[in-house]
């Protein structure tokens, strides 16, 4: 019986993001509009989607190609960054909702996406503890 009511919490609250959810990060993101490419602020973030700040409203769907930055790593750090393709889920009052498009495995056949290669979820989760670290250093 309590799974049952779990499960309809779940179906019937606001909250049905997966994945922690980190807000307050050292985290920007570029993306190519046409014009040079400059860093916007990622609200929050979890493993699987993100809040970016940005002036930008796509419409629901958009595939968008994100380059996401650590602020606090160093210049030379070959781990600075990371490049993902998302899908646009929601447009807020200051941005957007972004969904992850990752690879299904490491090294699938599958890892071609409309935006060329898929970042896969291992690579992903390897970045965001990077970033969790940066974080931890700052407390």
Known sequence: MKTVRNWLDWLFSQERRGGKRRTSIPLVAYYWDGAEPVPHAVLNASSTGMYLLTQQRWYPGTLVAMTLQRAKAAP?????????????????ADGVGLAYVLAPTSGSSDAYGPLGTLTDRKTLEKFLQRLDADMEATV
């Open 76 to 92: 030379t750090d070959p781990e600075r960054s990371i490049t993902v393709n998302a899908k646009v889920v929601r447009a807020g």
